[in-house]
Structures are given as C-alpha cells and as structure tokens.
C-alpha cells in the first residue's frame, strides 16, 4: 500500500491523448535507433532522412498525406466499433468489399452518367458494401453471440477471396492476365491536390493525394459529431459501458451493435475512394494493403477520438513515405528493416499504448506536486 496520504487526481486528458503516445514513439524510435546502430548506420541521419522524406518537399508531404488518408478512414471504422466494447478488426475485409462496390458501379454507368452524379454513387456503394460486410458479423453477435473478433477476422479472409474470384473470372478486363478491371472513364477520377490548387491559382507538386482527403476529415467530424454529441452516439458509448446499464436506460443493445458495426463497416468501405478513385482509376487485387489492420494501431494511438485518429494517422503516413525515402537513400537499411520499425511503432502505440502512462503520471504528479493516477489504475 502506498504511503502517500494525498488524494489521488486523474491525469489530464492533454496528457493522456497528447504526451503519452509521444513517448511511446520516442520509445520506439528509441528501439529502432538501437536497430539501425547495430547494423552500422547512424541512427540522427535515419531519423533526419525518415522526416526530410516524410515532410521535406511537397511531393513528399502530398504522399504522407495521401497514406494518411487510408488510415483516417480505417482508424475511424475501428474507433466507432470501440465506443460500442466491439473490436472490429474485419476493416481490412470491409474495404475489400466497399472497393468491390465502387467498382460495380463505376464499370456499370461509367460510360453513362456524368462524373458528378457517378462519383456520389460510387461513394454510396463503397459505403453501403462495407456497411453489409460490417452488418452481418454484427448481426451474428447481437443475436446469435458470435464473437465479434472471430467473425471480422473470417470475414477478411472470405472478402479476399470473394474479391480474387470477382477480378479473376468475372470482372477483369477483356484481353488482360492480371487480376484487375480495366480503367474507369475519366469521369469517376477524384481530383487531385494539385489540379485543386491550380483551381485557385496556387502552385502545389504533383502527387497522389486527392479529394478523398477531405471527405476523410469531414467523416472525422461527423464521427466526432455522432458519438459524442447525438443520442445515437450516446446510446452507442451506453452499450460501450455496460449493456445491462444501457439496457436500464431503455437503449436496445443489439440494435446498436448492429447499427454500430454497419456504420464501421461503411468508413472502412469508403478507404476505396482514395485508392480505386483517387489513384489506380481500377480495381486490382490486394488494393487495401494492410491498412485495414494499421487502422487498429492507428485508432489505439489517437485513443479513438477523431482527432487523435487524424493526428496518428499522419505519424503513419510519415512512417510509411518517410520509410520510402530511407530505405531508398541508406542501401544498408532493407525495406525489410523499415517494416520493422513501422512494426515497432505499431507495437508501443497499440499493445503497449498503456506501459507508459503510470511513469508519465508519476513524472507530472512530481512536477505540479500532487499525486497523480493512471487511466485504468
């Protein structure tokens, strides 16, 4: 038993969301430094090179910007599941299936409807596709005790599947060998950042990010708007904190799983806008390249409010471009090595978010000389 008498205070919200990720990823640029020393390099010029590449030029920070996107959209989709107590880890199947569905639309009407009427269409069906790949894992705990984990997890592995078969033998294009569509009109392509600027006479260099950029951050507001500020939302962090309680106040808690993982299930889907509509203008296989399951690294880090998502999402961003850059300028660092520093980041941000916070508590609690405690302690 602690012999310190004084009342305990909680930590700040300021430090929980802000100084506690920060040092986890100092712990693990600690990690990856000592990698990059052992094998002879210089861990300063590492991390210089990882930031100059990641934010240095313009073409740098449009494709930082553009890998954030991917995860704004996918760290959302997990945080909206874990207001509900649900672990939705089914975001990389979901998006699978949300492109699917841009893509049946797109190769449909594209020859058809003009641009502003095909581009919300396809936008809907990335949505609702990813929102019936949500539905049915939800569906199946709200109603038959399916363990969530387990279902979203089955499902990647049939949307995969399910994609492979689409693009092999149903919907690839005529006279090709890879498993892809053929390209979409013109009218379905997302504008670019550039092309955006040129609009209001600024001068930006071309890379890949897009208009999808600023859908994601609006579905960050309105994640933000709905889980804290609508009696959806309230109902959904009811559940969250215990069904019996929720069920106490008169709220459904199998309605709101459902609802909750359709709504999942739609942002993880709509991560197709900036890779199928903003960039490759196709379908092709393996589009969704892991971001589903960053996206849960990402939600763990920004402590699943929309702006800690947007925030950690461009640190993984930078990760991944600034990475690039490193394993293209230190030949001594393999890609594989970036990987397992972008691994290890994942690692103190997400299994070990919380190792950190009782020395930040204690450290603060010295510093303005009360005794200070941890979330969850």
Avoid at 159 to 175: D, F, R, T
Avoid at 225 to 232: A, F, L, Q, S
Wanted: with cysteine.
């Amino acid at each position: 038993m602690s012999s310190d008498l004084r009342p305990a205070v909680p930590l700040p919200r300021w430090v929980s969301v802000g100084v506690v990720p920060l040092v986890n990823v100092g712990l693990a640029l600690l990690v990856s430094g000592l990698v990059i020393w052992v094998v002879g390099e210089s861990p300063v010029e590492a991390v210089r090179l990882m930031v100059f590449g990641a934010f240095g030029y313009g073409e740098a920070i449009g494709y930082t910007l553009f890998y954030a996107t991917n995860f704004i959209f996918t760290g959302l989709a997990v945080a909206v599941a874990f207001h509900a107590g649900l672990f939705n880890i089914g975001g990389e199947g979901q998006a699978y299936v949300g492109g699917l569905g841009m893509a049946l639309i797109a190769l449909s009407l594209d020859a058809s409807l003009p641009g502003w009427v095909l581009i919300p269409l396809c936008l809907l069906a990335g949505a609702a596709f990813g929102a019936f790949w949500g539905f049915v894992p939800g569906w199946l705990q709200a109603h038959r005790g399916s363990h969530i984990v387990i279902t979203t997890i089955m499902f990647n592995f049939i949307a995969a599947a399910l994609l492979g078969y689409m693009l092999v033998s149903v919907i690839i294009g005529e006279g090709q060998m890879a498993p892809e569509t053929r390209a979409f009109a013109e009218s379905t392509h997302l504008p670019y950042l550039h092309e955006m600027a040129a609009w209001f006479g600024l001068s930006w260099d071309r890379s890949p990010v897009n208009f999808s950029l600023l859908i994601s951050l609006v579905c960050a507001v309105g994640v933000w708007v709905y889980i804290w500020h609508t009696r959806w939302g309230y109902a959904l962090r009811c559940v969250g904190q215990g069904e019996s309680a929720a069920v106490y106040a008169g709220i459904d808690p199998k309605r709101v799983v459902v609802l909750t993982m359709c709504l999942s299930g739609a942002l993880a889907g709509l991560m197709g806008l900036n890779e199928i509509l903003g960039t490759q203008h196709r379908l092709l296989l393996n589009f969704t390249a892991g971001y589903g399951f960053t996206g849960i690294a990402v939600a763990l880090m920004g402590r699943n409010h929309p702006f800690g998502i947007v925030v950690a999402s461009l640190l993984f961003g930078a990760l991944y471009q600034g990475g690039a850059e490193l394993a293209f300028d230190m030949p001594t660092i393999t890609r594989e090595m970036v990987v397992a520093i972008q691994g290890l980041v994942i690692l103190f941000s997400g299994a070990l978010a919380y190792m950190s916070e009782p020395w930040v508590a204690r450290a603060y609690g010295a510093l303005v000389g009360k005794r200070i405690i941890a979330e969850g302690s």
